[in-house]
């Protein structure tokens, strides 16, 4: 089984802020944002999250690698609408992950971009949740970018749920020196329209709002081009569109196909197959339907 490793600076951080013996590697479970564009085809092939058959997360290969790697090690997974598969868990499967994580001594770190574009705010933070009931120290990284469209101030937050006090003081201490270190004081004025936003009622709603009409119409999409490619062609199985969570879908189209799309009808994909739910519209469904199907031929 392969699994990608990599080391971040933030490992002196973990191991004097939580004093305990984590081990110093970060374990890829799933991948990060736009890296999807240069490691799709990674994902398809290699990745113990995904299968590219079903085109939905792989449960059992993921507990298999999370029962392979060192204990202590950290984990970096993405809580709702995973970027680029658009294959979540399922509430029953992140129950399960918490037993494993807590049994094996893994320190899990959440990346929830898009809170809100799955099933809803409280729906999408359903893991975080329960792995804190569990008693599990967890770090939860939230992007404000997307769910507040906040893109061009690269707005989010950090947040550390620790054993008790004295931990959370050390690991506060500790984030405090980093900062210091690394960007001192951040940009505030995302970080304030959030706050602005989060403390009204009133604003709150209108956001809580606003970001409900646009999963309603991700979804509106999503159903409006399986139909669309369902009837095309009727063969195929295309259900993964309808399964799939968030602005992405994978399609599993290959690289070939995908310049295909690009070149002789101008439909866009990145290069692994990622389709972006939230581009497309009521008009451009069928021409898109069109289009792939033929390159499914
Ligand atoms: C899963 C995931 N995490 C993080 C990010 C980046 O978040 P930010 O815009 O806050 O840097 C993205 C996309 O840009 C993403 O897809």
Redesign the pocket.
């Given at each position: 089984m392969q699994l990608r490793l990599i080391r971040l600076p933030l490992v002196a951080f973990f191991e004097t802020s939580f004093g305990r013996v984590y081990d110093k590697t970060f374990i890829l479970v799933s991948l990060?944002?736009?890296g999807a564009q240069g490691l799709g085809e990674c994902v398809a092939e290699n990745d113990p999250y995904y299968s590219a058959e079903t085109k939905q997360a792989d449960f059992a290969r993921m507990q298999a690698a999370l029962n392979d790697i060192p204990k202590g090690s950290i984990v970096l997974l993405?809580a709702c609408c995973h970027?680029p598969t658009g294959a979540d868990l399922d509430e029953q499967q992140w129950r399960t992950l918490a037993g494993l994580v807590k049994s094996r001594g893994l320190l899990p770190f959440f990346?929830i971009?898009?809170q809100g574009f799955g099933e809803g705010l409280e729906e999408d933070a359903f893991a975080l949740r329960h792995f804190a009931e569990q008693g599990i120290p967890l770090l939860v990284?939230s992007?404000?970018?997307k769910n507040f469209s906040l893109?061009g101030e690269?707005?989010?937050s950090l947040s550390i749920v620790c054993a008790d006090t004295r931990e959370a003081d050390t690991v506060l201490g500790q984030l405090q020196a980093t900062i210091r270190r690394n960007y001192s004081s951040p940009p505030a004025h995302g970080g304030r329209i959030v706050s602005a936003v989060l403390e009204s009622d009133e604003l709150r709603t209108a956001w809580t709002n606003e970001l409900t009409a646009m999963r309603v119409r991700i979804k509106a999409m999503r159903e409006g081009l399986h139909a669309a490619l369902k009837s095309r062609k009727p063969g195929h199985d295309f259900d993964y569109v309808l399964k799939q969570k968030g602005m992405f879908s994978f399609t599993g189209l290959s690289v070939e196909q995908v310049t295909r799309l690009r070149e002789e009808f101008a439909v866009y994909l990145v290069g692994s197959g990622r389709l972006c739910m939230a581009a497309l519209t009521e008009a451009t469904i069928a021409p898109s339907a069109d289009a792939i199907a033929q390159v499914l031929d």
């Open positions: 990060e944002g736009d993405h970027n990346d971009a898009y990284a992007s404000f970018s893109y690269r707005c989010g």
